[in-house]
C-alpha cells in the first residue's frame, strides 16, 4: 500500500493498573494472539498497525506502559501528544475499576491535548466471578464523557471494535489531528525530508537526518 | 502489600536525574535486574521540568522539613553497618519569587493577533497595527494576570536545569544509536545572540547569514573563516596554537590581528568565553561550536520539547521497557556495608540486595563523602511578555553575556517561546544561569536590568501589542518605564520585556567526591553542572557503566517495536499481513513511522 494512502499516524496510549490485560488487548489487536500465561509486561515499547475507517487508512502507533504504571510511575513524556487513550480494567477486580479516577486523573494532568479522545474499557468478560457490572461501568463513562466497551483478549470479543470506535472519534475531532504532519515527510523521491522545521511538532533524531537547504551550508561551506 | 518491591537485583539506582537514569537505561539494556528509585513524586530530581502548579509545589515542599529515618534501626547480619542516607547535599537556597502584574483578570481587554506557532508572520502587520488597532485579523484577548497564569497552569514548563544539546554533542550521539530519541522531540535554537555595543545581534551561523549579515565586511568575513578553519581541522593539539598552552584564549585571538566584531564574535558568541577562559578550552569549544553547525537547524543547538527534565524520563523509559522496576515517592533510609562492600539498601522497611548502588548526590550517608564540593549554580526565571531580541518570527535564542565587572560571572541566556511548550502564546520564558558567587538574584541583577524590565505593572494603563509574536503589554507604557530610566538604546522600535512573574534560586554545582572509605560498588551521579550541555551526565554514565560493566556494551541500539518477540513467544507466530503490506514493507513502515512520531 502507497504510503500517500495514509491520512495521518494517530498515538494511542494504554492506561490503567497491572494485569488488567493492556498488553493482552494490544497484543490481540495487533498480532490477533493471545498468551495466557503473559507475565508482567517487558519489552512492549509500542506497536504500530493500519487501520481503515470509514474510508480513511491511518497508522495507529499504540502505546505500552513498559510496565511503569506497576508502582503509578508513568512518566509524564509516556503521555506527550496522545491523541487517544484506552483506559482499561479488569471486570472481575473492583479496584481496577476504582483506580479508573485516579488514571484520568493523570491524563488529564500530563495529557498536553485536552480533547483527547478516551475510550474505557471492561477487560476479561470472558471470566466469571464478575465484580463490575456493565451498567457501572456505562455510568463511569457517561459521566466522564468518555467512550465505553467490553472486551475479552482471550476471545478477541470487543478488541477490533474498541479501537475502531476510539479512531473513528479521533477523526471526527477537528484539530486533534492533522494530516500535514504526515505528508510532508514522502516527499520528493521519498525521502525524509525536514517536515518539523515549522511544524507543532518537534524534530526527532535521525542518523540520516537532512536539513532544510538554506540550513546545510555553515561556515565550513564557506571555505 | 501493594508496595512491595521484588528484594534482589543486581543495579539499585536512587534518584532520576540524568546521568542516573542513563545508567539505569545501560543496565536494564544488558538484561541486568534494575530497580529506579526516586524519593520525589516525579521525575528528574535537580533536573525536572515542572508545569506551573507543579512548581509551586516543588517550591513549598523545600519549606517542609524533609523524609527522616532517624528512628529506624534495621535488622543488621555479623559484620554488617548501617549508614543512614541524607539529603544535606542537595539543598535549594534563596527562593524569591515576584510577581508583576496584577491577581485578578479584572483588566481591559487588549487585541492581539492570532498567530500561529509556525512564526510566518508578515512584517506589514507591525505597521498595519500602530495605525489601526482594531484590525479584523486579529482576536480579543485577556490580559495576562496571576490568576490566568495558575489557571493555564498546564501550558507552562518551567526546568529546574535548562540545557541545550549541541547537534554534535555526546547526548545527540547516545540518543541516535541506542534508538532513545524516538522518545523525545526537539527545536533547533535558532538564533545566537551576542550584545556589542549595548546592543543585541543576531551571530550569522550559516553561510546565507554570514552572506546577509552587513555588519561583517568581507575581509573579515575571510579572517574569520581562516581562524575557524584552525580550529575545526585540529583542534587544540595543532601547531597553530604551540606556545598558548597556558595562555588565554583572548591572548591567542589578540595575536591574530582581528577586527573588533571578529574578535567579538568568536569570543562571545561561538567560543562562549571571558578573558580568563584558556586557550585550548577556548579552542575546543570552538571546535564543539562549528562541528555541530548545520546538523538540524540554523545553530548547533538543539533545546528538547517540553524542556529538559522530557530527557532523563526517556532513559527511565527504555530502562523500564527492558524490564527495569520503577518506584517513585520513595525515600532510601540507608545502606548495608559489610566488608568495603555494599550489600542492601534498606527504603520503606524493605531490605534489597544488590551489586552494585547508582546513587544521586542528594542521597548519600555523610559517612562516605569526602568533599562537598565549593561550586554553586545562580538561576533566575522570568515569563515575559516579549522577547528580549523581536524578530519577524517565534525564536528560540541562546545569549551569552560576558560580565561586565570583574566581580561578575558570565550569564548564560536562554530564551523560549511558545512552540517549545515552555509557556502559552503570548508569552515568553527566559532562563539565566551563573556560577554563584553571593545569592541568585544578586548575581544576575545586572543582567535582568539589561535586558528586562522587572517593575510592578501598573494595572490601570491599557496595553496594546505591537508584534503578536511577542506582546501583550503597550508599547507606551514601556516607553513611559523607559524614559523614567532614561535607559537604553532601541527602546522605541524594541522595548524591554516586560516579566510578569520572576523566580530565583541557588542550585549546588555538584563536585562531590566520595571519600577513601566509600565501599566500591557504590557509584555517585552528580546533580545538573554549570555546562550548557549534558555531555557532563552522558560521560559521567559511562564511566560508571563501565566501572560495572568493563566488557558489555554501553547502550547498543534498542531494536524497534516491530523487532521485539515477546517473552513467552518460543516460535514466532505466523507473521501479521494486514492492509495487504509484505513483512519487508511493514518493516520500512516501522522505521518511518520511528522518525515520525
Not at chain 2, 541486568?32 to 516525579?42: G, I, P, Q, W
Not at chain 2, 524578530?391 to 512552540?419: F, H, M, R
Request: glycine share 6%.
Amino acid at each position: 500500500m502507497d504510503q500517500d494512502d495514509v491520512l495521518t499516524i494517530l498515538k494511542i496510549l494504554m492506561i490503567g493498573e497491572t494485569n488488567v490485560g493492556k498488553s493482552s488487548i494490544l497484543l490481540r489487536f495487533i498480532e490477533d494472539e493471545f498468551n495466557d500465561t503473559m507475565q508482567n509486561t517487558v519489552g512492549m515499547d509500542y506497536k504500530s498497525k493500519k487501520i481503515t475507517i470509514d474510508g480513511n487508512t491511518v497508522k495507529l502507533a499504540i502505546w505500552d506502559t513498559a510496565g511503569q504504571e506497576r508502582f503509578r510511575t508513568l512518566t509524564p513524556n509516556y503521555y506527550r501528544d496522545g491523541q487517544g487513550a484506552i483506559l482499561v480494567y479488569d471486570v472481575t477486580d473492583r479496584s481496577t475499576f476504582t483506580k479508573l479516577e485516579m488514571w484520568l486523573n493523570e491524563l488529564y494532568t500530563y495529557c498536553n491535548k485536552t480533547d483527547i479522545v478516551k475510550m474505557v474499557v471492561g477487560n476479561k468478560i470472558d471470566l466469571p466471578d464478575r465484580q463490575v457490572s456493565t451498567a457501572e461501568g456505562l455510568q463511569f463513562a457517561r459521566r466522564h464523557q468518555t467512550l465505553y466497551i467490553e472486551s475479552s483478549a482471550k476471545t478477541a470479543d470487543g478488541i477490533k471494535c474498541c479501537f475502531e470506535e476510539l479512531v473513528q472519534k479521533i477523526i471526527q475531532t477537528p484539530g486533534l489531528w492533522d494530516s500535514y504532519a504526515y505528508k510532508p515527510f514522502y516527499t520528493a523521491n521519498g525521502v525524509s525530508g525536514p517536515r518539523n522545521r515549522t511544524g507543532r511538532r518537534g524534530l526527532k533524531l535521525t542518523d540520516d537526518y537532512e536539513p532544510d537547504n538554506s540550513y546545510s551550508s555553515c561556515y565550513c561551506n564557506l571555505i | 502489600m501493594d508496595d512491595d518491591l521484588p528484594t534482589e537485583y543486581d543495579v539499585i539506582v536512587v534518584g532520576t536525574g540524568m546521568t542516573e537514569s542513563i545508567v539505569a537505561a545501560a543496565a536494564s539494556r544488558i538484561g541486568k535486574r534494575v530497580l529506579h528509585l526516586d524519593s520525589n513524586e516525579y521525575y528528574g530530581g535537580l533536573w525536572a521540568t515542572f508545569n506551573f502548579d507543579g512548581f509551586q509545589k516543588w517550591m513549598e515542599d523545600l519549606k517542609i522539613s524533609k523524609h527522616d529515618s532517624k528512628d529506624f534501626k534495621p535488622d543488621l547480619e555479623n559484620g554488617e553497618t548501617f549508614l543512614k542516607a541524607s539529603n544535606q547535599y542537595s539543598t535549594v537556597e534563596n527562593i524569591a519569587e515576584e510577581w508583576f502584574i496584577s491577581h485578578e483578570a479584572d483588566l481591559p481587554l487588549v487585541l492581539t493577533k492570532d498567530t500561529q506557532t509556525d512564526g510566518s508572520n508578515d512584517t506589514s502587520s507591525l505597521t498595519t497595527e500602530k495605525t489601526d488597532e482594531d484590525k479584523n485579523d486579529k482576536k480579543e484577548t485577556k490580559h495576562w494576570s496571576v490568576d490566568r497564569i495558575k489557571k493555564e497552569y498546564r501550558r507552562f514548563n518551567i526546568d529546574l536545569a535548562p540545557k541545550l544539546l549541541y547537534a554534535r554533542g555526546e547526548l545527540v550521539e547516545l540518543l541516535i544509536s541506542s534508538n532513545i530519541a524516538r522518545y523525545a522531540e526537539f527545536r533547533a535554537v535558532s538564533r545566537v545572540a551576542t550584545c556589542m555595543d549595548g546592543k543585541l545581534i543576531q551571530v550569522p551561523c550559516s553561510r546565507a547569514d554570514v552572506f546577509a549579515n552587513k555588519t561583517v565586511s568581507v575581509i573579515e568575513k575571510r579572517m574569520l573563516m581562516k581562524l575557524l578553519t584552525s580550529c575545526m581541522d585540529q583542534g587544540a593539539d595543532s601547531p597553530e596554537f604551540d606556545g598558548y598552552h597556558d595562555k588565554t584564549f583572548l591572548e591567542y585571538l589578540n595575536t591574530k590581528n582581528l577586527t573588533p566584531i571578529v574578535n567579538h564574535y568568536v569570543m562571545q558568541a561561538i567560543a562562549m568565553s571571558t578573558d580568563k577562559t584558556s586557550c585550548r578550552d577556548g579552542v575546543n569549544r570552538t571546535k564543539h561550536f562549528l562541528n555541530s553547525l548545520g546538523r538540524y537547524g540554523n545553530t548547533p543547538f538543539l533545546w528538547p520539547m517540553y524542556g529538559s527534565g522530557e530527557l532523563p524520563q526517556c532513559f527511565c523509559r527504555l530502562c523500564a521497557v527492558f524490564g527495569g522496576v520503577y518506584c517513585l515517592k520513595r525515600h532510601l533510609d540507608g545502606v548495608v556495608v559489610s566488608e568495603d562492600k555494599c550489600k542492601a539498601i534498606l527504603t520503606g522497611k524493605q531490605r534489597l540486595s544488590l551489586e552494585h548502588l547508582v546513587v544521586g548526590q542528594g542521597h548519600l550517608p555523610p559517612e562516605i563523602v569526602a568533599s562537598t564540593g565549593e561550586n554553586q549554580i545562580s538561576r533566575g526565571i522570568f515569563i515575559t511578555d516579549r522577547s528580549i531580541m523581536q524578530g519577524e518570527k517565534e525564536n528560540l535564542t541562546l545569549l551569552y553575556y560576558p560580565p561586565e565587572e570583574s566581580d561578575q560571572e558570565a550569564v548564560t541566556v536562554i530564551e523560549l517561546g511558545p512552540s517549545t511548550n515552555a509557556c502559552p502564546q503570548g508569552l515568553f520564558m527566559v532562563h539565566m544561569t551563573c556560577k554563584r558567587t553571593k545569592t541568585a538574584q544578586e548575581d544576575l541583577a545586572y543582567v535582568v536590568k539589561r535586558f528586562l524590565c522587572a517593575k510592578t505593572l501598573e494595572s490601570n494603563v491599557s496595553r496594546t501589542p505591537t508584534d503578536s509574536h511577542t506582546q501583550t503589554v503597550a508599547t507606551d507604557q514601556h516607553q513611559a518605564q523607559e524614559g523614567d530610566k532614561g535607559a537604553n538604546e532601541g527602546t522605541i522600535e524594541n522595548p524591554m520585556p516586560q516579566v510578569l512573574w520572576s523566580l530565583y534560586l541557588n542550585l549546588p554545582a555538584s563536585d562531590i567526591k566520595l571519600n577513601e572509605s566509600a565501599p566500591s560498588n557504590i557509584h555517585l551521579c552528580s546533580g545538573p553542572d554549570l555546562d550548557l550541555d549534558f555531555d557532563f551526565a552522558v560521560n559521567q554514565a559511562k564511566e560508571i557503566f563501565k566501572a560495572m560493566y568493563p566488557s558489555e556494551d554501553f547502550l547498543p541500539r534498542a531494536p524497534d517495536p516491530e523487532e521485539i518477540i515477546l517473552e513467552g513467544e518460543e516460535i514466532p507466530g505466523p507473521k501479521f499481513e494486514g492492509d495487504n503490506t509484505s513483512g519487508e514493507n511493514e518493516k520500512q513502515d516501522a522505521e518511518k513511522a520511528e522518525k515520525e512520531e
